[in-house]
């Protein structure tokens, strides 16, 4: 069974940083694609940035690009976010997902609360 476990959601004021990590655990997770989603308050689910977890490359939507860090730790199975420069219109539930083979995100975690203030 796969899991994906997300921590580091908190309460910051504008201009500051979180890191997210996603702890993920139930296979092998090379050839995966990892990334990052995430839910504002009566808005739809978004995607945020993604991470090949073999070659390391990344993605990013536009909104966050040069805020955003997405990494991982291949030896810990984790995943990150670095999150600088935080805006109010960050403020979400914050998603960790898995596509196997890079097809399709099948794996969700539990989501984490990240709420910036003005």
């Known amino acids: 069974q796969v899991q994906l476990v997300e921590s580091g959601g908190g309460l910051v004021q504008a201009g500051g940083s979180l890191r997210l990590a996603c702890a993920a655990s139930?296979?092998?997770?090379?050839?995966?694609?990892m990334g990052w989603f995430r839910q504002a308050p009566g808005g739809r689910r978004e995607f945020v940035a993604r991470?090949?977890?073999?070659?390391?490359?990344?993605y990013y939507v536009d909104s966050v690009k040069g805020r955003f860090t997405i990494s991982r730790d291949t030896a810990k199975n984790t995943v990150y976010l670095q999150m600088n420069s935080l805006k109010p219109e960050d403020t979400a539930v914050y998603y960790c997902?898995?596509?196997?083979?890079?097809?399709?995100?099948?794996?969700w975690g539990q989501g984490t609360q990240v709420t910036v203030s003005s």
């Open positions: 991470i090949s977890w073999n070659g390391g490359g990344t």
């Open positions: 139930g296979r092998s997770f090379g050839g995966s694609t």
């Open positions: 997902a898995t596509a196997p083979g890079g097809i399709r995100y099948d794996y």
